[in-house]
Every structure is written in C-alpha cells, then in structure tokens.
C-alpha cells in the first residue's frame, strides 16, 4: 500500500478504533450512571438530532476553508476533551450538557474524514474498500480489547475512547492536504446536493436503513446483556464478529460497485437487515444474538460505501464536504432520530428492546417493497454513467 493511502488507513484505523468504544459501550455507560427509561431515550436520541444540525455546518464549513483539513481537525480536537469532561460527570443534567455539546463535533468526523480520504485516493491505485477494510479490523478488536479491559465499569469508556481520540489527531495531521475553494459560488450551496442524479431515492433507501440501524447502535448492548447469559466480554465478540462480516464486501466492493451500483447493492442491504433484526426480535439466546451478527457485512458498509463513493463521483469539487454531510445527516441524523424514538416507544409500551427490533425489521422489509421497483428498473448508479 502506497503512502497516501497508509496514511489514510491509518485514520480509517483510529476513528473507527474510537467509535467501537464510544458507539458500543455509551449506552452501558448511561446505564450505569443512573439513567433509564424516557430519560435515557433523551440522551440517546440528543446525539443523531444534533449532528442534523452540525454536520451540514461542517460540511459547508469545509467546502469554503483554505485547506479542508483545517475542519477536521477542528472536530477532532474539539472531541477529546468533551469526552474527558462527559467521564467526570456524574449527574443526568452535567452528562446531558456535555453529551449534546460533543455531538457539535464528533459525528461530522466521519463524513469529513470520507470526503478527504476519497479526494486523497482519486489517483490512488488503492481502491476505497481496502482503506476502509483497516476500519473493520480496527472496530473488531477494539471492541474486542473495550469488552475485556472495562469489564462491568462502563464509566471509564468516556476515557478509553478519548485516548484513541488522541492518536486520531495525529493521524488527521498525517492525512495528505487538500485545498478548499473559498471563492467557489455554486448557487443554492448546500441544497444542490439533493439535485445531483438519483440522490433523492438513493437517500431516501438509506435513511430508512439506516434509521433500523439507529435502534440497533443504540439498544443493542442493553438488549444483549440481558440476555441469559449475555455479558460485557461477550458484547465485545459481537462487535468482532460484525466487524470481522465485513471484511469480504470491503476487498470486493469497489469492483461490485462499479457492476451493479449503489441501489441495487443496498437493497441487498435492506433483505439482509430484515432477516438480521428479525433474528434479534424472536431470539433469547446471545449464541444466536451472536450468529445474527454475521448478517453485518451487508448492512452498514455496504450503505457507506455505495453512498460515498456514489455522491463522490457525482458531486462537483466545490460541493464534495457538503456531499458527505448530507450522507451522514440523513444516514445518521435524521433516520437514527427517528430509529431511537420510535424504537424506545416500542419497546417501552411492550417492554421488550426485542420488539422493537421487530418493528425495525418491518422498517427494512417495507424499503426493500418500495425501492426494488425503482433501483432494479433504473441503469447501474456507479457515477460513471449516472
């Protein structure tokens, strides 16, 4: 691997390090400091409704600086001590101010990382998918690592987490510098996103996936802990085997995407989430809650990457930030909004996490209905002949 792309799998590596502790532990982390119920759905649903607001802010923000990396590093610096700050909270109204505060910053990291990373890797010979697959590894044995090191003390997650923070800043530092376009116009701005071909049921697909995914990030780990026999080092092999079910579509998807293109590969997405969640609503034993996480490698990577590397193509220079943010914005914002309330509501009104995973799997189910119509009668969304 080149040196660009080292570089840029070396981010890949850290982020998703970091959101394998924070993502997979935050609720155990509400959990034990005292924080449950309608309370609980709150703070969880604070987070996704936030970065609706700063992600598109950040994604302009990026398009119009001198040097594009100056935003990421904004967020990531900005992170670091946030999460310190949440780990020495101790009382709902302290941990809800910092937790909406950091929300201002670490969901853009992602999508700001994307639009870099691609913009690096656009005269690579190193396809997006083998950068990312260093993400996957990364997720799977921090997961891993975060089950086994903090056990049944959750409260130390915030610290875990900002360390890996830490080693991120420096590999933002690494990432090779791409100029912004500060006098660029393109009327309507942010808004012509939405204009670029098929974005419109391309975002409608993901969001609707995506807000399924919402719940899982969210009550997943509660879900499975209650579990007979489910526990916090066991939740870490969950995580790994998830991570681990994506590694065949990332050394593939680069080549499955320019054959059948972004729609078609997420409706894929959509039949493997519904059988996924389905699995979880009906099943008490964390062996088979274990076995359906095998169905991860073709969910949430597969969206991803589809997307990005779709509205990479299609998107002009000048609206390539704002192209990311909005994937994220509707992918994780707007949808995991909607995925954490309506899936709180249903479980809470039947007392079961299970059934909402049941409403969620009729969530995926009813967009593979609807889109398959639309994607299968449409040319290959590639970005090549779109």
């Not at 309370?39 to 700063?54: A, C, E, K």
């Not at 085997?241 to 080549?255: K, T």
């Not at 909005?326 to 039947?350: C, D, E, K, P, Q």
Request: with cysteine; proline share 5%.
């Amino acid at each position: 691997m080149k040196k660009p792309a080292l570089r840029c799998a070396l981010f890949m590596a850290l982020y998703y390090g970091a959101n394998a502790v924070y993502q997979g532990y935050i609720s155990k982390f509400y959990q034990q400091s005292g924080i449950s119920g309608s309370s609980l759905i709150l703070l969880l649903v604070s987070f996704p409704l936030l970065s609706i607001l700063s992600q598109p802010l950040w994604g302009w923000a990026s398009d119009r600086m001198p040097r594009r990396n100056v935003a990421l590093l904004i967020t990531v610096g900005a992170s670091i001590p946030l999460l310190c700050l949440l780990g020495l909270m101790k009382g709902y109204a302290g941990i809800a101010i910092v937790s909406c505060l950091f929300a201002l910053f670490y969901p853009c990291v992602q999508p700001l990382g994307d639009s870099l990373i691609l913009q690096s890797l656009q005269e690579s010979p190193i396809p997006y998918g083998r950068v990312r697959l260093a993400g996957s590894v990364s997720y799977a044995l921090c997961s891993l690592a975060a089950g086994a090191l903090l056990g049944r003390n959750y409260r130390a997650m915030p610290w875990m987490a900002a360390g890996i923070l830490a080693l991120l800043f420096g590999g933002a530092l690494l990432l090779p510098p791409q100029a912004g376009r500060p006098h660029t116009h393109i009327r309507g701005g942010f808004w012509q996103v939405f204009r670029l071909p098929h974005a419109l049921p391309l975002l409608g697909l993901v969001m609707l996936l995506q807000a399924a995914m919402g719940y899982f990030y969210s009550y997943f780990a509660l879900h499975f802990t209650s579990l007979n026999g489910g526990s916090g080092a066991l939740l870490g092999w969950a995580y790994l085997i998830g991570s681990a079910s994506e590694i065949p579509f990332l050394l593939l998807g680069d080549r499955l995407f320019d054959r059948f293109g972004a729609g078609r590969l997420m409706l894929v997405s959509a039949a493997a989430l519904t059988l996924r969640f389905g699995i979880l609503a009906l099943v008490r034993s964390p062996i088979a809650a274990l076995a359906s996480q095998a169905l991860h490698g073709l969910g949430f990577v597969v969206m991803m990457l589809c997307m990005a590397k779709y509205m990479s193509r299609v998107a002009p220079p000048a609206l390539r930030g704002s192209a990311q943010a909005v994937i994220s914005m509707a992918g994780y914002g707007i949808s995991r909004t909607f995925g954490v309330l309506a899936g709180g509501f249903i479980s809470n009104r039947l007392g079961s996490i299970g059934a909402g995973f049941g409403l969620m799997a009729a969530v995926c189910a009813l967009a593979l209905i609807g889109f398959a119509p639309v994607f299968l009668r449409l040319p290959v969304l590639n970005g090549k002949k779109s």
